[in-house]
């Protein structure tokens, strides 16, 4: 009896904190790791970074969403693929993406700061020719859109190779699974984790 209670008073603490470990992992945070290069220059291929699940999901927000289902395009999609992108219009935001690069959302100007006056103009407007464009998604000078109810418009911040809403429309809110945000020594902290336009 004696070394059934020893055996349990170091197996329960080796026991409960994997509960909790596996708690936190499945509902507040876990480690991701970017695969591609659709975020550089602000996240690289190979980076880890932390994902907040529980965290509120803003306009400029970087998110991971599981593409399954999302990107009908991409044959190589599987029930555990996920995308890293920036959060560009919430549900019910109007989006006008002019030809010159700027854009606006619901009449007010966005800087797009995080990424290069190129990206915010070719990079953007110029899409892939291996791609189709979102039947939903109109972008140039004297164009909108309006995002639906409980979707997102998600664009990557390497626009020039970037699959994301141009191509496969808007991202239910059902597949976001959080808020991605990176270390404080991170030279690149502000542009991810509380980028803000104004």
Known sequence: ?????????????????????ALIKTFLFTPVKVDGSSMYPN?????????????????????????????KQNESITKDTKYVKRVIGLPGDKISYHSNGDLYVNGKFQSQSYISKSQQQ??????????QPAKNVKLGTGKS??????????????????NDSRYYGFVPRAKIIGVVKVAIWNSKRDIINSFATN
Do not use: C
């Open 1 to 21: 009896m004696r070394t059934f209670k020893s055996i349990m008073s170091w197996v329960m603490p080796v026991v409960i904190g994997l509960v909790i470990a």
């Open 43 to 71: 996240l690289q291929s190979s980076e880890h970074v932390a994902l907040l699940k529980q965290a509120k999901i803003k306009r400029d927000s970087v998110v991971v969403f599981n593409a399954y289902g999302v990107d």
């Open 122 to 131: 070719a990079g953007t407007l110029q899409l892939a020719q291996s791609l």
């Open 145 to 162: 859109f309006t995002v639906p109810k409980g979707k997102y418009f998600m664009l990557g911040d390497n626009r020039r190779d970037s």
